[in-house]
């Protein structure tokens, strides 16, 4: 007889558990760092975005977008998903100053990253793109809803000017970190 005709079926179960485990396990090591890395910028991020609401800044300086398109393109969108739930909209929420509104601009968000996977241009050339693409649906969303269209337009060109700053100074060093 062999192995296999001695072992019940909760025993195959076990080994079959074992080796899916034993599996995963390899596969979290070689992301470990990435996963370190995004585990730090949600935190990070989280307390930038809870002070941005609790101070009521007008200005959206928060690196959510930014850092949901380097997360898009190094770990996927599944991690962006979970980023900007636990750094954009939790923080927002514990800081009692949470609008309704948010959640339009985490769709759009959102919507941006998905529109961002199947790009494959020069990062910084991209980042413009989708920095354009966001803050212009912004500005539609927000002049449907709010009276002050010159207030909101100014607010939203200069929060495109720190999205475009984020990229253009620390892009490129971010995804080389999270692809070690």
Not at 45 to 57: A, E, K, P, R, S
Not at 60 to 89: H, K, M, N, Q, W
Request: proline letters at 3%; hydrophobic letters at 60%; aromatic letters at 18%.
């Amino acid at each position: 007889m062999s192995l296999f005709m001695k072992l019940e079926k909760s025993d195959i179960k076990y080994l079959l558990l074992f080796f899916a485990v034993t599996l995963l396990l390899f596969l979290l090591i070689k992301k470990i760092p990435s996963i370190l890395i995004f585990i730090g910028l949600t935190l990070l991020t989280g307390l930038i975005v809870f002070l941005n609401y609790f101070l009521q800044i007008p200005v959206d300086f928060t690196p959510v977008f930014f850092l949901s398109i380097i997360i898009t393109s190094t770990l996927g969108f599944g991690y962006t998903f979970l980023f900007v739930i636990l750094a954009g909209f939790i923080p927002g929420i514990f800081s009692g100053d949470f609008k309704p509104s948010v959640f339009v601009y985490l769709i759009i968000n959102l919507l941006v990253n998905l529109a961002s996977i199947p790009l494959n241009l020069n990062f910084i050339t991209e980042s413009i793109i989708l920095s354009f693409l966001y803050g212009g649906l912004v500005v539609i969303i927000r002049s449907i809803t709010e009276s002050d269209f010159g207030q909101e337009l100014f607010v939203n060109l200069i929060t495109f000017g720190i999205n475009i700053f984020y990229f253009w100074k620390l892009g490129e060093a971010l995804i080389s970190i999270f692809q070690v």
